[in-house]
Structures are given as structure tokens and as C-alpha cells.
């Protein structure tokens, strides 16, 4: 049953890529460069090392793990595989991995083929990637499988009585290194026992990410601190910097901007396009400018009071100069990245719809995140922080905490699986 449902998935795949889907596209194509992209790029005798990771989340809690590999075991190869074009397409020039390509469609054949090319020493799949045949693969050729930031929860088909043949599999796996308690009394029940509670070596990344993150200068001077020649000292403004943001979000954060002229607002949308770029533009009654036009030099910084984001790659470094973060997504699908804000020490605002976020409740029960449901909610929140300060400094110390008491989930992994 389980590799008819894959042969099915793979045949639907293929007929909306010919259809024009482009992702189902680039999927097909990606997939026929792998033989040989192995066949280039490893050789007998090479140590490899190989990590897995569905999409772009699942990489960056792999990515403590590669960037340590790299630094304190060059001998080692690392092999990257994805599933998602939008992990691939994004990551296929990641310079700390040796080899990079999607992960063959879970078959039998296909799990020979690629291990035989592979020829992987260790194999490393991050959170919830657990594919059957390739664990049965690993385990007939007794390479060690290690599951990383993984986390269970009852809902899923292992624990149900007709995931049972995917529970064998999990079986299988060298050792898990889970996120909680909940996930080994879970793996408990199906008699899995190589168990450890490490984390989530997000908060590693998110750390990482922070200490290499570089000064934006135009962002500095828009949101009062310095100036790009450091000559000038400017009195910081209120900023609220809001990531990740959707329609819903925006509906509530920019009426608030409009009617405060105290605040300053940072917009880093989810979709960077034309129309929704547009759209935001048309509720703004305060003067703003897009980053791109600040780097220009078309408008000053000290001329605009909203900046909004026209591109990506800079949300993790703006956060440092917030006053207080919003998450997007939060009326919709679910919210974004809460560590990468809260590591800068700072407030964070999220909506509702967060509870299969374990960072998120966490925070929330600490005091460095706080719940909205309504403009209504956000207006008091952000009228109570403006009103009283110390509030802030409290809330962000427990954000500051927070992640520092979660960090070292990758030093711990490394460190069984590669030794001290």
C-alpha cells in the first residue's frame, strides 16, 4: 500500500509538470540530474556524510550540524538532499555542503540506486522526514540513520493501527534525537527506546544567525540609532519591525501607524510582488519608502516613517532594531519564525493561530510573546508598551532567555554522533 500511494504521488507529479505546474517541473527535471550528479561528484573511498531535509525550515535546523562538520571534520563529504523545489532551488548553492540535489521518490529501486551512489557513511534526516524504503535500505546495509529535531505528536499515522508498517521502519533508526518529552513516551509506545531530548537546533541557528548578522546603516538611521558614519547619535524611535507579514496582518498593524505619528513600522512582507507591495502602499497615510529606493538614495531615511521590504534575505538582521516584533501568519496558516526575532532580546506580538508552535507557547507562558486576536488587542498591547517601558525591557529579557536556556541541542548532537 505504502509504495502504490508513492508511485501515485509520483505519477501526479509528473502530470501537473506537464501541465506547467513549475514546481512539479522543476521537481521532474531536478530528480533526472541526480545519478549522475552522484556518479560526478563522489568517488571510492570518499567519506560522506548525508543530510536530508524536506524544505528550507528542515535545513536550517540542519545547518548547525553541517556548518560544525565542515569547521571540525573536513575529511567528510556532505551530501544535502532536499524533497522541495523550495528548498533545492533555494539552497542548491549552500557552499558548506560537497554535494546538493533532490531526494529520489521513496521506492525501492530508487533507494538502492541512490545508496549504492551515495555510498553514505552516516545519514542524518531532519525532523519529520522518514522515508520507508530508504530507511530499510540504510538499515540492510548497517549505515547508521540518526533523526535530528524531531518531534511526535499522537495525531500521526505511526501511532494509529494502520501506520504500523511505518512504525517498524522507525524501528530502524540508529537514534532519535527528539524535541521534547511527549516524543519519547510516544516513540515509548512503539517500543523505541534510543531516545534523547536535545531540542530544537533552531535555537542554535537563530543564535548563529544573529552573531554573523551585518549592520544595515539605512535601517540604523531610519529607526533612530546610528547614523552610517557613526558620527551622528539619533534619539531611538518606537519601531514596530513586523516579518513575515500577510493581508490580515497588515489590516491590523498599518491603521495602528497611521493614527500614531510616535511609531515607526518596518513591513517585511511574506510575498515581496508588485500587486502585494501595491496593495500596502495604498493603506499607508505616513510618509514611506521602499528599502530599495532608501539604497538609491531616492528617499533619505530620515524622510520615511514606514520602510517597506522589496526583497528578502534582510528580515533576520532588521529585527535587532525593533522595539517590539510582529510574526505574520498568524491569521492564516500558522506564524513564522518566532526565535529569529525574540533572539534579539525584544517583545514579540503573534496571532492566534500558533498552537502547533511549541517555541510560540513557550514564550507566551515566559512572557517574551504575547497573543492577539484582534486590532483591537494589538492597539492595547502596543499603547501599554509605548506607556510603560519597563514592560518592554521585561518582556524582551524573557525572549533573550528564552532562547539562551534552549541553545545546544547541536553541540549535543554532534558530539554523539561524530565524538568530542
Given at each position: 500500500?505504502?509504495?502504490?500511494?508513492?508511485?501515485?504521488?509520483?505519477?501526479?507529479?509528473?502530470?501537473?509538470?506537464?501541465?506547467?505546474?513549475?514546481?512539479?517541473?522543476?521537481?521532474?527535471?531536478?530528480?533526472?540530474?541526480?545519478?549522475?550528479?552522484?556518479?560526478?561528484?563522489?568517488?571510492?573511498?570518499?567519506?560522506v556524510v548525508w543530510f536530508h531535509a524536506a524544505s528550507l525550515g528542515e535545513f536550517e535546523q540542519g545547518r548547525p550540524l553541517m556548518e560544525r562538520l565542515r569547521r571540525e571534520r573536513p575529511e567528510y563529504k556532505i551530501l544535502l538532499t532536499f524533497f522541495s523545489p523550495s528548498g533545492y532551488e533555494v539552497r542548491k548553492n549552500y557552499e558548506v555542503a560537497d554535494i546538493i540535489t533532490y531526494l529520489p521518490i521513496d521506492t525501492p529501486l530508487n533507494a538502492r540506486r541512490f545508496i549504492r551512489l551515495a555510498r553514505p557513511e552516516i545519514a542524518i534526516f531532519i525532523k519529520y522526514e522518514f522515508w520507508r524504503n530508504y530507511i530499510d535500505r540504510l538499515a540492510?546495509?548497517?549505515?547508521?540513520?540518526?533523526?535530528?529535531?524531531?518531534?511526535?505528536?499522537?495525531?500521526?499515522?505511526?501511532?494509529?493501527?494502520?501506520?504500523?508498517?511505518?512504525?517498524?521502519?522507525?524501528?530502524?533508526?540508529?537514534?532519535?534525537?527528539?524535541?521534547?518529552?511527549?516524543?519519547?513516551?510516544?516513540?515509548?509506545?512503539?517500543?523505541?527506546?534510543?531516545?534523547?531530548?536535545?531540542?530544537?537546533?533552531?535555537?542554535?541557528?537563530?543564535?548563529?544567525?544573529?552573531?554573523?548578522?551585518?549592520?544595515?546603516?539605512?535601517?540604523?538611521?531610519?529607526?533612530?540609532?546610528?547614523?552610517?558614519?557613526?558620527?551622528?547619535?539619533?534619539?531611538?524611535?518606537?519601531?514596530?519591525?513586523?516579518?513575515?507579514?500577510?493581508?490580515?496582518?497588515?489590516?491590523?498593524?498599518?491603521?495602528?501607524?497611521?493614527?500614531?505619528?510616535?511609531?515607526?513600522?518596518?513591513?517585511?512582507?511574506?510575498?515581496?510582488?508588485?500587486?502585494?507591495?501595491?496593495?500596502?502602499?495604498?493603506?499607508?497615510?505616513?510618509?514611506?519608502?521602499?528599502?530599495?529606493?532608501?539604497?538609491?538614495?531616492?528617499?533619505?531615511?530620515?524622510?520615511?516613517?514606514?520602510?517597506?521590504?522589496?526583497?528578502?534575505?534582510?528580515?533576520?538582521?532588521?529585527?535587532?532594531?525593533?522595539?517590539?516584533?510582529?510574526?505574520?501568519?498568524?491569521?492564516?496558516?500558522?506564524?513564522?519564525?518566532?526565535?529569529?526575532?525574540?533572539?534579539?532580546?525584544?517583545?514579540?506580538?503573534?496571532?492566534?493561530?500558533?498552537?502547533?508552535?511549541?517555541?510560540?507557547?513557550?514564550?507566551?507562558?515566559?512572557?517574551?510573546?504575547?497573543?492577539?486576536?484582534?486590532?483591537?488587542?494589538?492597539?492595547?498591547?502596543?499603547?501599554?508598551?509605548?506607556?510603560?517601558?519597563?514592560?518592554?525591557?521585561?518582556?524582551?529579557?524573557?525572549?533573550?532567555?528564552?532562547?539562551?536556556?534552549?541553545?545546544?541541542?547541536?553541540?549535543?548532537?554532534?558530539?554523539?554522533?561524530?565524538?568530542?
Open positions: 500500500m505504502y509504495n502504490l500511494a508513492i508511485l501515485t504521488y509520483w505519477l501526479l507529479i509528473r502530470l501537473a509538470a506537464l501541465l506547467g505546474h513549475k514546481k512539479a517541473r522543476l521537481m521532474v527535471n531536478g530528480h533526472k540530474m541526480v545519478s549522475q550528479t552522484l556518479k560526478d561528484k563522489i568517488q571510492p573511498g570518499d567519506k540492510k546495509l548497517e549505515i547508521p540513520l540518526y533523526s535530528v529535531s524531531s518531534i511526535f505528536r499522537p495525531s500521526q499515522y505511526y501511532f494509529k493501527w494502520w501506520g504500523s508498517g511505518s512504525a517498524g521502519s522507525l524501528r530502524k533508526i540508529a537514534h532519535f534525537f527528539v524535541q521534547n518529552e511527549e516524543s519519547v513516551e510516544l516513540l515509548g509506545s512503539l517500543g523505541i527506546e534510543q531516545t534523547t531530548v536535545v531540542g530544537d537546533t533552531r535555537f542554535d541557528r537563530v543564535i548563529d544567525i544573529k552573531d554573523a548578522a551585518k549592520p544595515l546603516p539605512l535601517i540604523e538611521r531610519f529607526a533612530g540609532r546610528v547614523s552610517d558614519d557613526a558620527a551622528q547619535i539619533y534619539a531611538p524611535h518606537f519601531t514596530i519591525v513586523a516579518g513575515s507579514s500577510w493581508a490580515p496582518d497588515e489590516d491590523i498593524l498599518i491603521p495602528y501607524f497611521n493614527a500614531h505619528p510616535a511609531v515607526r513600522l518596518i513591513l517585511a512582507p511574506h510575498v515581496v510582488s508588485a500587486e502585494h507591495l501595491d496593495a500596502i502602499q495604498r493603506k499607508l497615510a505616513r510618509p514611506f519608502a521602499r528599502y530599495s529606493q532608501l539604497l538609491s538614495g531616492e528617499i533619505l531615511p530620515e524622510n520615511a516613517e514606514c520602510v517597506i521590504i522589496d526583497c528578502y534575505g534582510l528580515l533576520s538582521s532588521i529585527y535587532r532594531y525593533a522595539t517590539v516584533a510582529y510574526i505574520g501568519g498568524g491569521f492564516g496558516v500558522g506564524i513564522h519564525n518566532v526565535p529569529e526575532a525574540a533572539v534579539y532580546g525584544v517583545p514579540v506580538v503573534i496571532g492566534p493561530n500558533n498552537r502547533r508552535f511549541r517555541e510560540a507557547q513557550d514564550l507566551l507562558a515566559a512572557g517574551g510573546c504575547h497573543e492577539i486576536r484582534r486590532a483591537k488587542d494589538f492597539n492595547t498591547l502596543i499603547n501599554d508598551f509605548m506607556a510603560h517601558p519597563d514592560l518592554i525591557e521585561t518582556s524582551g529579557t524573557a525572549s533573550r532567555e528564552y532562547i539562551a536556556d534552549h541553545a545546544g541541542a547541536a553541540d549535543q548532537i554532534f558530539n554523539a554522533i561524530f565524538g568530542e
